[in-house]
Nanobody
Framework: QVQLVESGGGLVQAGGSLRLSCAAS????????MAWFRQAPGKEHEIVAAISWGGRSTYYADSVKGRFTVSRHNAANTVYLQMNSLKPEDTAVYYC????????????????????????WGQGTQVTVSS
């Protein structure tokens, strides 16, 4: 069982930065592939970034590549999303998610980007970017 709590969202002007954190409880965090998804009003749920259990592999959506960085600190049971050069189109609720089979399965982009791979989800944190 993994419980996830996101923090760090807020209101920022375009071009600004935010750092989201996701604190995880449970002993299996270090074995989990972790991901950030987002959902904007009227839009589909979409993958933003993902990171393998050991942190060696990452994935970024094209829309955030070069601006966002996902990282994890396993000793602190925390995953981060550093968001720079924010744009109004980044406005959304951001969700942290955990795939407890990350250690057991070989990392693939297909699995890492599929929402159905993730068994545990946080409650979400709102990010609003004003123009």
């Amino acid at each position: 069982q993994v419980q996830l709590v996101e923090s760090g969202g807020g209101l920022v002007q375009a071009g600004g930065s935010l750092r989201l954190s996701c604190a995880a409880s449970g002993r299996t965090f270090t074995r989990c592939t972790m991901a950030w998804f987002r959902q904007a009003p009227g839009k589909e749920h979409e993958i933003v970034a993902a990171i393998s259990w050991g942190g060696r592999s990452t994935y970024y959506a094209d829309s955030v590549k070069g601006r966002f960085t996902v990282s994890r600190h396993n000793a602190a049971n925390t995953v981060y999303l550093q968001m720079n050069s924010l744009k109004p189109e980044d406005t959304a609720v951001y969700y942290c998610a955990a795939d407890p089979m990350g250690f057991a399965n070989q990392w693939t982009v297909a699995r890492a980007t599929e929402a159905e791979s993730y068994d545990y989800w946080g409650q979400g944190t709102q990010v609003t970017v004003s123009s």
